[in-house]
Nanobody, 124 residues
Framework: QVQLVESGGGLVKTGGSLRLSCTAS????????MAWYRQAPGKQRELVAR???????TYADFVKGRFTISRDSALRTVFLQMNSLEPEDTAVYYC??????????????????WGQGIQVTVAS
């Protein structure tokens, strides 16, 4: 089982910055990708950014140039540096990890895990 712990959310004014962190723990064989999603009230959850094991990054168009995703593989931690925040960025942000965990039978299985979510509020 994979556990994710998120931190770094809060209230910030327009134009401000926040840095989110998410650390994975548990019996993990490998991590394929780590990502951040967000969900605003009344809207569907959407991908913000994803970083793969080879450190290739992808971003949603609405955050390009403002947000940066990074990871520390040794610490199994993913970060989201958010700059130039806008009220439209207000949402609950969720950490997402795609990993492989041992089955106990000599192989591994693919698991998708979600954090509990962390509130980011940008005041105008």
């Amino acid at each position: 089982q994979v556990q994710l712990v998120e931190s770094g959310g809060g209230l910030v004014k327009t134009g401000g910055s926040l840095r989110l962190s998410c650390t994975a723990s548990g019996n993990i064989f490998s991590i394929d990708a780590m990502a951040w999603y967000r969900q605003a009230p009344g809207k569907q959850r959407e991908l913000v950014a994803r970083i793969f094991s080879e450190r290739r990054e992808t971003y949603a168009d609405f955050v390009k140039g403002r947000f940066t995703i990074s990871r520390d593989s040794a610490l199994r931690t993913v970060f989201l540096q958010m700059n130039s925040l806008e009220p439209e960025d207000t949402a609950v942000y969720y950490c997402n990890v795609e990993s492989r965990v041992p089955t106990g039978l000599g192989d591994s299985r693919y698991v998708i895990s979600w954090g509990q979510g962390i509130q980011v509020t940008v005041a105008s």
